[in-house]
């Protein structure tokens, strides 16, 4: 980072060029020193990681990262491994030193350095664990236990919705994507144990063994903590999740924000889903005076209704013992810890090992005090000139979306003034919160660990139902500055820009402007695009979800993310799953429209001179490269079959190979041609954004 303020200002030159009148001797002169000084940068390009036996029209992924796909070894206690995870990895790290400096030092009760080194030592702290064993855990069981009826289990429903545990309904509250200025309580489907339903409904060999490892492991934990009749239960409560499964939408249906945006009085949700107490089950989650609630899977809560009155409450008890030994297994002693482990780490993503001990801690801490880490993250680790490099480069993507839109030949005029209306409109974050969040509520105890985090969710239960009948809050983050990662919000109309992404290879400040647009830009567009994909389209400049395309417009956009769906859905990363281009479609919209915005905002920087070549590569090649660089990713079996059912995100290679195939500004760069590898039809190309 030493060289920051020099090569920020170089860069500044080329960033603000297009901000400059075209044919005046000061631009000229501008963009002369400005080609100079790019010219003695570095290409940013890992050259090591190459393979040149492949040729970039064949396969580009493998061409600029074949070298590192075949000598890097995923860690043994990682899922997977690439750009994101080495960033998050060296994140981790900074965080780590930070809490163990801070736990190595005394500090005043109720301070921030007490409740961070405190929560640290309460995880590190084996020993206790083991003399603990269920303990913590007496007063919920005993909760559990003393339930008579199945109004007694509304009210414990309720009441445990601050610590999303056992509950196959949540609540929670947010903005209103009708009115964005208001918050709402919203009402979603939960209660599964895997991390999807199709883990239960699908009838293939692996899927099935997989729901028989998962009832195993149910039974493992009721055996150890000592009750009887674990393998019946086990079944029992199998039986049980399948028919929660059974009535849950799928994640394309979720993706939908007009399916999934229902407002209902309480006296209508009572109408749609009788047989549960709804009044008694939100005065229980401190709700009791809202009048109304968003619903997210109408036909969910009808289904549950039904199903938990015809349950036996016998059944639902034993379902909410495992899940509370579920949720803190890798809280308690050894045997819970490695059981979790076991299935979750090692049957579900293929770990080899369990991340030590001092790393799952500071995650823990981070998870609960987040944004008092990311305070002291911030102080140590990022500098103002980031954050002002950030900016102009935002503004210059701004700048070339906004021509984006005047240029394209699909849509109306009309259509294209309502998205200037909301391209205008975007907010950005870059870094960190310019106001903190108040931790004042957690009492932590260094030994006490389950309690520590039971008044953690309570504290961040309450925080965020306290916000119901005040304004919105748009100083508000949604990830801490620590976070490897970024983000649109749709009701706040923003793009969010953590401070610990702000590294190579996505913002290399030693390295040329192609490469960095390439990279951090591709990104920044990424998330402009977010605005504009099939759902972010929904709302407006303010955040509300309204109808502003025209009949026609609304047709042409959906006939061209059809043929992305169609695109993505023909990929087929493992054995016989195929991506699923409906649950990708977001995100794929996004990679395709913000690299494609990316690279005229890099072309417009350079006022139509020619950029150096730097290690054999033209400034067009690296910007393809730098963008290839990003995705490197490499992925154990059991993850990618997760990512596939589960993720919205395309896995890496075809971030890259989807992305590209459709560019007309990657043909030309490369000669791509009929008949190679990355070439597709012209007619089947997509082109949005």
């Known amino acids: 980072m030493k060289k920051l303020t020099t090569v920020a200002l170089s860069i500044a030159l080329a960033l603000t060029a297009t901000a400059s009148n075209a044919g005046t001797a000061d631009n000229a002169t501008a963009q002369t020193a400005a080609v100079a000084s790019q010219s003695r940068l570095s290409s940013g390009i890992t050259l090591a990681n190459m393979d040149s036996s492949v040729a970039p029209q064949q396969d580009f992924f493998r061409y600029v990262n074949g070298k590192w796909l075949d000598s890097t070894e995923i860690p043994a206690d990682k899922a997977r491994w690439g750009s994101f995870d080495e960033l998050r990895e060296n994140a981790e790290k900074q965080v780590l030193a930070i809490v163990q400096q801070l736990a190595s030092q005394q500090h005043a009760k109720g301070s921030e350095g007490q409740k961070i080194a405190d929560l640290y030592q309460s995880f590190l702290d084996e020993e206790l664990a083991e003399v603990l064993g269920l303990n913590p855990l007496r007063g919920e069981l005993a909760a559990i236990e003393n339930l008579k009826s199945h109004a007694d289990l509304t009210t414990l429903w309720g009441n445990w919705q601050r610590y999303r545990i056992g509950t196959p309904v949540a609540v929670y509250v947010g903005q209103d994507q009708k009115q964005s200025d208001q918050y709402i309580t919203g009402g979603s489907q939960a209660g599964l144990g895997l991390p999807d339903r199709d883990y239960y409904l699908k009838d293939d060999a692996r899927s099935i063994e997989l729901l028989q490892k998962y009832q195993a492991f149910i039974a493992q934990l009721w055996t150890l903590a000592g009750f009887d009749n674990a393998q019946q239960v086990a079944a029992d409560i199998v039986a049980l999740e399948k028919q929660l499964a059974g009535a849950q939408w799928s994640r394309v249906q979720n993706r939908d924000r007009n399916a ?13 889903a009788p047989g549960f107490n709804w009044q008694a089950f939100l005065t229980a989650a401190n709700l009791g005076d809202i009048s109304e609630l968003v619903v997210r899977q109408p036909t969910y809560f009808t289904a549950f209704a039904k199903l938990q009155a015809n349950t036996p409450l016998k059944q639902w008890q034993q379902y909410l013992k495992f899940h509370l030994l579920r949720s803190n297994a890798n809280n308690l002693s050894k045997a819970f810890v490695d059981a979790s482990f076991d299935f979750y780490g090692k049957t579900l993503n293929g770990l080899q090992e369990q991340r030590s001990r001092e790393k799952r801690a500071v995650s823990l801490v981070d998870n609960n005090l987040g944004f008092m880490v990311g305070k002291k993250y911030v102080e140590q680790y990022f500098k103002p000139e980031a954050k002002a490099r950030m900016d102009q480069m935002i503004e210059n993507l701004r700048a070339a979306f906004r021509q984006s839109i005047d ?17 205008a409109k975007f907010n950005t974050k870059i870094g960190y919160p310019d106001k903190w969040r108040d931790y004042s509520c957690v009492e932590i105890n260094a030994a006490d660990l389950v309690g520590n985090l039971r008044r953690s969710a309570e504290c961040e239960y309450q925080r965020s139902i306290n916000r119901l009948g005040k304004p919105v809050d748009r100083t508000e983050w949604g990830m801490t500055p620590q976070t490897v990662n970024a983000y649109y919000s749709s009701t706040m109309n923003e793009i969010v820009f953590p401070a610990a992404i702000l590294q190579p290879p996505f913002f290399n400040v030693d390295a040329d402007d192609a490469v960095n647009y390439g990279a951090i830009g591709g ?5 402009f695009t977010h605005g504009f994909d099939d759902q972010g389209r929904r709302s407006d400049g303010d955040g509300n979800l309204r109808d502003w395309w025209t009949e026609q417009d609304a047709a042409q956009f959906q006939q061209r993310a059809q043929l992305m769906v169609d695109q993505y859905s023909a990929f087929n990363p493992i054995d016989d799953l195929h991506l699923q281009g409906a649950l990708g479609l977001g995100e794929n919209i996004a990679d395709l429209g913000g690299l494609t915005v990316s690279y005229k905002a890099y072309q417009n920087s350079l006022q139509g001179q020619s950029g150096a070549v730097i290690d054999g590569f033209t400034p067009e090649q690296r910007f393809f490269m730098g963008w290839s660089q990003v995705w490197r990713i490499k992925f154990r079996d059991e993850a990618l079959r997760q990512q596939v059912i589960t993720g919205p995100h395309s896995p890496g290679m075809y971030r890259v190979l989807g992305t590209l195939s459709n560019m007309p500004q990657f043909y030309q760069a490369y000669d791509v041609k009929p008949g190679d590898g990355m070439y597709r039809e012209e007619k089947v190309r997509v082109k949005i954004w």
């Not at 240029?407 to 391209?423: D, G, H, N, R, Y």
């Not at 990104?523 to 998330?527: K, P």
């Open 260 to 272: 999934t945006y229902n407002k209902l009085s309480v006296t209508e949700l009572s109408k749609l």
């Open 407 to 423: 240029e394209l030949e699909w849509m109306s005029p009309v259509t294209k003034k309502q998205a200037q209306i909301k391209l």
């Open 523 to 527: 990104v920044i567009g990424h998330e």
